[in-house]
Every structure is written in C-alpha cells, then in structure tokens.
C-alpha cells in the first residue's frame, strides 16, 4: 500500500474513529518536552509506512552526516555546522573553531556587561542596540523577549533590522551614545537593509563621541574584509560568524551578543545546552523514538500527502510569542521550494505555509477561522508557561489549549448543539456547529526555560532539515530571496525619477508615488 492509499483509507474513516484507537499512542519526549501525536490521520499501518519512507530516504544517514560535517549544503558546498556552536566538547578540529567563535563573543559579552569594556569618553554601556536583519535578527530578539524578565537590570536592549528610517529613529530615541553600543549583526556584510541602518548608527555615534567611533561598534560577519572596509580605518572589534553557519540557524553564534551581553549570565549558556542535549537525542534515537524524524515525517504526511497547505503554531507561552516569526524564517526560507538540487522539480506539496501566534491571544481573534472556516489546518500547540507560581494561571492557560485541541477534533455536531441548547432557533444552532475532524500536536513543558527554548530551536531546526530531505531539497540555501533584491536595486533609481522601467504597472505605480 502506498501512504496515498493509507491517507485515503483513513480519510475514509470518521476522525472520532481513528482518534479512539489513537488515544493508546504514547507520547514522546526528549529533553524537557514531551509531544503527543494522538490527534493525527494516522494508524499504526500508516506509521509504519512512514518509518518505512524514513528508512528509504535514509534520515539517520542524513544526521550523520549533518554531526560528521559532510557537506550537507550542497549548492553552496558546505557543511552545516550549527550543532557545533552548542557543542561544549566538539571533536573535529572544524567544529572546535566554531566553537570557539561563541567563547569569543561571550568573553567580550562579560567585558561589556561588567564594564572592563567602556565607550569612547570612559563611561560603561547602558544600552545594546542589535542591528541586524532575517537570521541576524529574529533569533537574539526571540531570545531577548523570551527572558525579559532575566535581562539585567542596568542594561536595556533594542533593536532595528527594517528599512524604514522609523525603526532606527526608534530604537535610537532617548538613548546617550556615549553610553549605546551597537552590535550589527549580517553574514555576508552585504545586507542592504542592516549596512543602511549600520550606516545612520555610525553617523550617530559618531556625531556623540568623534574620532573613536568605533569602540561602540562589534559587527558579527564571515565576511571580515567588508566589515574592515566598513570601519574606514578605524579599530572596531570583528566576531566571527563561520560560514558553516546559515544566517537562519545562527541563532546560536556570536550574533547572539547581545543577549549575552544583556541577558543574565546563565541564560545563553541554558539555552545552548539544551539545544546541546536534542542534539545527541536526534543523533542517537531509533527513528521510532526519534522527535525530529517523528515530526519532519508528519511534515510530510501533512503536507504532500493529506495535502494540507499551512499549519497553525499556537504558542500557550507568553515567552513563544515570537517563536511563530522565528520558525517562518527557519522552515519557510528553508524549504519553500519546489526544485531540487539536481535542477528537478519536487513532484509533490513542500513545505507548508507556518503562521499562528500567542494562546490564548489568538483564540479572540484567528482561531475563529481554525474552527469554522472551510479551510482545514493542522494545529500545533505549544503548551509551557514562562512562570509556574500563579497555579491560577497556568491551569487556565492550560485548560484553553487543552480545549481547543478537542473542539478542533471532535467539533460539535447540530444534534449536540440542539441536545445542550433545545430552544435555539434552526438558524442559530446551524452556526455553532464545529466541522471537528482538525488534527493537531500537542508540545508540552512544564515551564518555559532558557534550556527547554534551546532544545525546542534545536528539534526544529533537525525537524526542517529532516523534511527537506523527504522533498530531496537543499534546506540550507535560499535563491528565492535574491530575484526581489537585485530588482529593488534597479527600481531605486526609477524612484528617483533617474530611470524608466518597462513593466507598464511598476511605471504607473512609481509615477503615482513620485507625485
Ligand atoms: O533573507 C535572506 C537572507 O540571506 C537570510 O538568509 C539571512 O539571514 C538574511 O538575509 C540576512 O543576511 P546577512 O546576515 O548576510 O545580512
């Protein structure tokens, strides 16, 4: 049987079925967190087809691979070495130096955290500002908004990564620079939004403090020529990020500064242990017990064979509000693709469209479409409260995500409206009916720490790279993001009225803008 045949047979099947027997599947766990994958079109024959398309695709192979520094990035002839960043005794002499561009950058962390590192005119630093954009930014901000509460109490933290001039203007108000040090954060140091915003810092600063400037500068880049040339002759302090690290898995590196230059000082050293610990849990399950291949199989069965175009990240944490934007970035740039590295095109579905939000946020709002909509989403709640001392609170946040993983599933038929509620008019009882039949995982942590955030980035990040493989894509490059590049640059200077273009709406659009 085919998982075509498998997914048709269970289709065929009342979901309230397939659930009954499903409600004997044990979870799994690993590391801080346990996920449960009752409430899925799933059975143990079509499981089993699915470890069999593990096994065929070979994905413990590919995480060997991935821990033995092969060239997993293959277009750009790489090694993908993230794990190493987290890594507290690599082995090869490769991942050593990866490491090692981490205890740089927390060397300098603590100098400027405990003022042994100070700004031009002697006083110590008060404020980080993170200049960065795409991977260079959303992993220190969701770190940095995940622990606010752990963010030292004399230093404030901002950051800028969009084009617009407000977003500097904002992060810059009220701030001395004498006492504002920059971090600016960009792979290549060829970013056009980040050099811009890097650009009008330096001039600030500049204006502030004079001649050096750059003290108030540490730029994090695999491209330490441009970043010297940046610096005109002047002395600024370069951290390496390695180019084994793609910008969205760099969450872990030396960019991160200035979450551990402003976060307490257990904070980046928790939350790259756990990561650390998924690492050797991905690397050593058997695909049965494996989360990352559970997961990136269910990606698959989802996504390219029930042929579901989106999933709903419903994060019951306040810390994890920004995890949704995070994850757009890691599985969308990664696998929203459709050719392979051999120039052939996917046959099937890849990666599917990731959005979603904050529970219980998101229930007074979007969750409205999740239930009654037409559209059917695959949800994925994330239970794990940041703080566990207001039982209060948690067992209401808890109960919401709970109850809305069931209505989800087992929606609510007329005749169940009708037996609550006899009185209601036809009409009315007609719009409260749930469709149900909505599969949904259920992640679950006691409490949200640095550690537990750590090992939740890290199975991602190997559930993205295991699922790439499934579609036989390359998840570590991104040619999709370059084509709107190089024609924003052309259209700079129709903007400016210095050119015409020959796309007859463009050209209507920018004469309506110029005047
Ligand atoms: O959006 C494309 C991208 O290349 C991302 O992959 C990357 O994280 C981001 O731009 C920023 O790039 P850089 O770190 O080189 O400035």
């Given at each position: 049987m085919t998982l075509t045949d498998h997914a048709e047979r269970l289709r065929a099947l009342p979901f309230r079925t397939i659930l009954s027997i499903r409600a004997a599947t044990k979870p799994l766990s690993a590391a801080g967190w346990t996920v449960d994958l009752s409430r899925h079109y799933?059975?143990?024959?079509?499981?089993a087809a699915l470890f069999a398309l593990a096994e065929r695709h070979d994905l413990k192979g590919a995480l060997a691979s991935l821990f033995d520094g092969e060239k997993v990035n293959t277009s750009e002839d790489r090694a993908a070495l993230h794990w190493a960043l987290r890594a507290a005794h690599p082995e090869t002499e490769e991942a050593q130096q990866v490491r090692q561009s981490v205890l740089a950058a927390e060397t300098l962390a603590q100098e400027i955290a405990w003022a042994t590192r100070k700004g031009a005119s002697g006083e110590r630093f008060d404020t980080i500002v993170h200049i960065g954009i795409g991977g260079s930014d959303f992993g220190p901000r969701l770190i940095a908004d995940a622990f606010e509460d752990k963010r030292r109490d004399d230093i404030d933290l901002r950051y800028c990564a969009n084009l617009d001039p407000l977003d500097l203007d904002l992060a810059l108000s009220g701030l001395d620079p004498a006492r504002t040090f920059v971090v600016g954060v960009s792979k290549s140091f060829g970013t056009e939004e980040t050099l811009y915003n890097l650009g009008r810092a330096r001039d600030w600063v500049r204006a502030g403090v004079g001649k050096d400037w750059a003290k108030?500068?540490?730029l994090v880049t695999a491209n330490p020529a441009r970043a010297t040339d940046w610096l005109d002759g002047a002395e600024g302090l370069l951290l390496d990020l390695p180019e084994s690290i793609g910008g969205r898995f760099s969450i872990w590196s030396a960019g991160s500064l200035a979450c551990s230059i402003a976060l307490q000082s257990d904070v980046m050293e928790d939350f790259r242990a756990g990561a650390e610990a998924m690492d050797k849990h991905v690397e050593r399950a058997d695909i049965a017990d494996n989360l990352a291949i559970r997961l990136a199989l269910l990606d698959y069965w989802?996504?390219?064979?029930?042929?579901?175009?989106?999933?709903?990240l419903l994060a019951y944490s306040r810390r994890l509000r920004l995890l949704p934007a995070y994850l757009q970035?890691?599985?969308?740039?990664?696998?929203?693709?459709?050719?392979?590295?051999?120039?052939?095109?996917?046959?099937?579905?890849?990666?599917?469209?990731?959005?979603?939000?904050?529970?219980t946020?998101?229930?007074?709002?979007?969750?409205?479409?999740?239930h009654q909509s037409p559209s059917m989403v695959p949800a994925e709640f994330i239970i794990a409260p940041g703080a566990t001392d207001e039982l209060d609170g948690v067992t209401g946040l808890t109960a919401h995500a709970l109850a809305q993983a069931e209505v989800l599933a087992n929606g609510r038929s007329l005749a169940d409206v009708q037996a609550d509620e006899p009185h209601l008019p036809l009409e009315i009882a007609a719009q409260k009916v749930h469709a149900g039949g909505r599969p949904s995982t259920i992640m679950h942590a006691p409490r949200l720490t640095p550690y537990r955030l750590g090992s939740l980035i890290a199975l991602f990040e190997h559930r993205t790279y295991l699922a790439g493989k499934l579609w036989g894509l390359n998840s570590f490059d991104q040619?999709?993001?370059?084509?709107?590049?190089t024609m924003a640059g052309k259209l700079k200077p129709?903007?400016?009225?210095?050119?015409?273009?020959?796309?007859?709406?463009?050209?209507?659009?920018?004469?309506?803008?110029?005047?």
């Open positions: 799933l059975d143990t024959d079509a499981t108030h500068f540490a989802n996504a390219s064979v029930l042929g579901f175009g989106a999933r709903a970035q890691l599985e969308m740039e990664s696998n929203g693709k459709s050719v392979r590295p051999d120039g052939h095109a996917v046959s099937e579905a890849t990666a599917p469209l990731l959005w979603g939000g904050e529970g946020i998101g229930q007074h709002s979007y969750h409205q479409w999740l040619w999709g993001v370059e084509r709107g590049k129709a903007l400016r009225g210095e050119r015409q273009v020959s796309d007859a709406i463009t050209a209507k659009l920018i004469a309506q803008i110029r005047s």
